[in-house]
């Protein structure tokens, strides 16, 4: 079956632009989480969607990030006036429940290069 | 503030020996902890998880020890195989909450 795929696989773009970064969760998965992984770091957690509740926003760096998800499926990771330091592979996973007993299923990222 | 560390960036073990992974914890309100691996060009995987009512669990090749009086857990992985080539990262979580992260380790097995 399909896993949870990202797209683009790799963006490069300007200090200051606007990125968009998509996420197609595993079908009937309710809960999707974004992470960020900078050189050298772990996997840095960004927000968490879970069914019809609000998202947990409390991993986003700046109020240049924000992200939605339509319908209960896919989501957007959108990350305003780009700066390098946001330059980093962002992961998105989904899970079939909330909570850290539900092994989270990861997508293959998106690697973005902010010059 | 690092709550889950991973201190070793890198392993490097010869076919069929012990690989042992270390991760440390400052949070003593965590009550399970997973290990992911990770494939260049790829997502993590879920390799193993543990629950602090235990102090072992074990999955075929893959062990998984818990300390909680030292706020450390290790993966053993006997024997090691070249496919076993990866970078392992931690977790933890409280209470059912979101997973925090280390840093990963990036396991090499020699031939």
């Known amino acids: 079956g399909a896993g949870v795929s990202q797209s683009p696989s790799n963006k490069v773009t300007e200090k200051g632009k606007d990125v968009e970064l998509r996420c197609d969760p595993i079908s009937g998965h309710t809960a999707l989480y974004w992470y960020r992984q900078s050189l050298g770091q772990g996997l840095e957690f960004l927000i968490y969607?879970?069914?019809?509740?609000?998202?947990?926003k409390s991993g986003l760096p700046s109020d240049r990030f924000s992200a939605e998800r339509t319908g209960g499926s896919v989501s957007t990771l959108t990350i305003q006036r780009t700066q390098q330091e946001d330059s980093a592979v962002y992961l998105c996973a989904s899970s079939f429940g909330q909570g850290a007993y539900n092994e989270q299923f990861f997508g293959p990222g998106t690697r973005l290069t902010v010059l | 503030d690092q709550q889950v560390k991973q201190n070793s960036p890198s392993l490097s073990v010869q076919e069929g020996r012990i690989s042992i992974l270390n991760c440390d914890y400052t949070n003593s309100m965590f009550d399970y902890f997973l290990w992911y691996k990770k494939y260049p060009a790829e997502g993590p995987t879920f390799l193993i998880s543990?629950?602090?009512?235990?102090d072992k669990n074990e999955d075929g090749r893959f062990t998984v020890f818990l300390n909680k009086s030292a706020k450390h857990l290790s993966l053993h992985i006997v024997p090691s195989q070249p496919g076993d080539s990866a970078v392992y990262f931690c977790?933890?979580?409280?209470?059912?909450?979101?997973?925090?992260f280390g840093q990963g380790t990036e396991l090499s097995v020699k031939p």
């Open positions: 543990i629950s602090s009512i235990k």
């Open positions: 969607f879970q069914g019809n509740s609000a998202p947990d």
């Open positions: 977790a933890a979580s409280a209470m059912r909450g979101k997973l925090i």
